[in-house]
């Protein structure tokens, strides 16, 4: 497995078409591997896959990260939406970064504590009336957010740390429906939430509709595509070091393909020594 970084330049714009749409930096992202072929079988439930990721550290500072199979060949990336004068400047640096992910996976051991940082579509099912059948639909609050996180946590193995008494700021209770309420008791943050709407043309073709017009240059039918997507930052403890490693490379969750699911770890800072105690001179 590789984990590779790429640093988009948002002032162009083939950067900003990409970036508006998870379907079509999909088809970039799947575009890296050579010997992945678009007739090629999905992995199944157990292997791994193709997964990445949007972080935008800031407006103009916006990372791609991809975890692969196989070691990635960004160059169609970096010319449509990277700095290719100055990766052709200096071949040893083309625009992109890659690191063998092996190692990483390979130390992961119970009781280990990380950083991390999951952008997600937290979905449930409900059932609005009797006898009718299940729809899917997104949780859309950070209470609700976290706590599909939460429910996932021991079967994707990891625990999310709790926080001391001492640094609580809200307390545990019930909402007004009766549900529990965790406070702020988990180290663990909703720093991003995104509505996102795109088309998706069908590899079967499709009969075009009012709300499912046509595409005139693929003569083909558009799929709207509609998304609630979290960012989570927070900090973990392994309990299984091997199902982590799992869900660190076939993702949690839905919409993979779109930018979710993507679980990186980071190393947790080390404290700050305490200053000396001051004393009284005699």
Not at 18 to 44: E, I, K, N, R, W
Not at 127 to 146: I, S, V
Not at 192 to 220: C, E, H, I, M, V
Not at 253 to 272: D, E, K, N, Q, V
Request: charge should be positive; aromatic fraction near 6%; charged fraction near 20%.
């Amino acid at each position: 497995m590789f984990l590779t970084r790429f640093r988009i330049n948002t002032g162009r714009p083939g950067a900003r078409r990409l970036l508006a749409s998870p379907q079509a930096m999909h088809a970039a992202v799947m575009s890296s591997f050579p010997a992945l072929l678009p007739t090629d079988a999905p992995p199944g439930p157990q292997d791994p896959r193709v997964l990445w990721r949007l972080d935008h550290t800031t407006r103009a500072e916006v990372h791609l990260y991809v975890v692969s199979p196989a070691s990635p060949d960004l160059t169609h990336l970096v010319e449509q939406a990277g700095w290719p004068a100055a990766a052709a400047a200096d071949p040893t640096t083309p625009g992109w970064q890659t690191k063998d992910y092996g190692p990483l996976l390979a130390r992961l051991s119970a009781g280990d504590r990380w950083a991390f940082r999951l952008t997600a579509n937290p979905i449930h099912y409900i059932r609005r009336k009797d006898g009718e059948p299940t729809k899917r639909t997104a949780h859309l609050t950070p209470h609700h957010q976290m706590g599909w996180l939460l429910d996932r946590q021991d079967r994707c193995g990891f625990r999310i740390l709790q926080k001391p008494d001492d640094r609580r700021l809200l307390p545990e209770g019930t909402t007004h429906r009766g549900h529990l309420h965790h406070g702020d008791r988990y180290e663990l943050t909703v720093t991003d939430k995104q509505n996102l709407s795109f088309t998706k043309a069908p590899t079967d073709g499709g009969t075009a509709t009012p709300s499912n017009p046509p595409n005139p240059r693929q003569g083909r039918t558009q799929r709207p595509v509609t998304l609630v997507t979290a960012t989570f930052d927070g900090r973990l403890e392994i309990t299984d070091p091997e199902a982590l490693r799992r869900t660190l490379t076939q993702g949690l969750g839905r919409a993979r393909a779109y930018g979710c699911g993507l679980l990186t770890l980071a190393p947790l800072p080390h404290p700050a020594p305490a200053p000396p105690a001051l004393t009284r001179p005699l």
